[in-house]
């Protein structure tokens, strides 16, 4: 009789060690409160720079309108316009106007690749458009875009200097009127 309710006492242990593991097991796969906002962060980031990625290339808009006015847009390496511009309209006057003033046909993307991490949106694309001289102008990007409230506060962009400064030298921006 001792060993039948030894028996028993070990499937009442097995079947609560069962049942704890498994109640672990449940609870570590529900996703935190913390863990939701951030899928949720992260889906609404991505959706909006996908958003400007589409008007940018039906020109009807652009990623650039998701800046915000202080905006910190760094061009990485070793290019004519490498550097960090503290604000949106510096990276707009310095950049963004003059290279489109080079442009006879508005520069289109094409995202190869768009991940959300947290606040940081990483967006991989090519970009071809037609210079002023009608030569066509090609290129590859990564941003890596950080995000707060819905808008780029602080940008990291590489691409091409080579193909980047060929235009720049070679195409004078058209004047404005």
């Avoid at 796969?29 to 958003?51: D, G, H, I, M």
């Avoid at 963004?96 to 949106?121: C, G, H």
């Avoid at 990564?142 to 590489?158: E, P, Q, T």
Wanted: proline share 5%; aromatic share 12%; hydrophobic share 45%.
């Amino acid at each position: 009789m001792f060993s039948v309710f030894k028996n028993h006492k070990d499937d009442i242990r097995n079947a609560a060690l069962g049942f704890a593991t498994t109640a672990l097991a449940l609870i570590a796969f529900q996703p935190s409160a913390e863990a939701r906002a951030s899928s949720s962060t992260e889906a609404s980031n991505k959706a909006a720079v996908q958003k400007g990625f589409d008007a940018w290339s039906a020109g009807t808009g652009s990623p650039y309108e998701l800046l915000a006015d202080d905006a910190r847009w760094t061009i990485e390496g070793n290019s004519v316009v490498s550097k960090t511009y503290p604000t949106k309209e510096d990276f707009m006057r310095e950049v963004i106007r003059p290279f489109n003033a080079r442009m006879r046909s508005p520069l289109k993307p094409m995202i190869r690749s768009l991940y959300a991490d947290r606040d940081t949106v990483v967006v991989f694309f090519d970009a071809r458009g037609i210079a002023r001289d009608g030569q066509p102008y090609a290129n590859t990007y990564a941003w890596f875009l950080d995000m707060r409230a819905g808008r780029i506060v602080r940008a990291s962009a590489f691409f091409d200097a080579i193909a980047f400064n060929d235009l720049w030298a070679r195409v004078a921006p058209a004047q404005a009127n």
